[in-house]
């Protein structure tokens, strides 16, 4: 059936606001389910620590992400991947899975990622946007990260990557984090990356 020239012209404008709502879809954030085990590392932390592991914060949105926190948070992910010496914790400790933070100059990937939340939370980021988050990389490895909840999405902070990714950008298997609302507790994390990026297709 031949369209009219205004039928065709509403179909047009239709398909650029479709392509519009696409691009402005908005920022992407990991699905987390329900609560977890807390990791091994992170509950003798705790234990040592108590207050790190306490802080609550009230449901809220997330951190509004400007152009100074931004400078923060990227100087911070390159303060600490310089001047913090790659050490496994078997090489410090003599034991696995040791969670703390490197004042001595050395670190493994947790202690990594507590010192730049640590800093960040000094920076007056609250704890409920700065996640400790365990993931699993390509070769089948685990690792930790600290993801920063922002209104413009999630970013992780890694001492195996110099810049400051979005989390869809990186090649990890994202598992569980610190809960959005209490430090002491940990929550699942559903990476259904092709499944976020199909609903905006």
């Given amino acids: 059936m031949k369209k009219t020239r205004g039928e065709l012209l509403l179909m047009a ?17 990991m699905h987390t389910g329900g609560r977890t085990t807390q990791p091994v590392g992170h509950y003798e932390f705790c234990q040592k620590l108590p207050g790190e592991c306490t802080e609550r914060t009230p449901k809220q949105a997330p951190i509004e992400l400007t152009r100074k926190l931004w400078a923060k948070i990227v100087s911070i ?57 365990v993931a699993r990389q390509p070769n089948g490895d685990g690792h930790a990260v600290l993801t920063v909840r922002t209104s413009l999405g999630e970013f992780i902070l890694d001492n195996l990557q110099l810049k400051v990714l979005a989390w869809t950008d990186t090649d990890y298997t994202y598992l569980k984090r610190q809960s959005t609302e209490n430090s002491g507790v940990w929550v699942t994390i559903n990476d259904g990356r092709e499944d976020a990026v199909a609903s905006v297709r």
Avoid: H
């Fill in 13 to 29: 404008m239709a398909m650029q606001l479709s392509a519009l709502a696409t691009a402005y879809a908005g920022p992407v954030f």
């Fill in 77 to 133: 992910n390159n303060s600490v991947n310089t001047r913090i010496t790659p050490r496994t914790d078997m090489e410090m400790w003599g034991k696995e899975e040791v969670w703390s933070y490197p004042d001595s100059g050395f670190g493994d990937c947790e202690d990594y990622a507590l010192e730049k939340r640590r800093e960040l939370m000094d920076a007056g980021v609250p704890a409920g946007d700065l996640l400790m988050t």
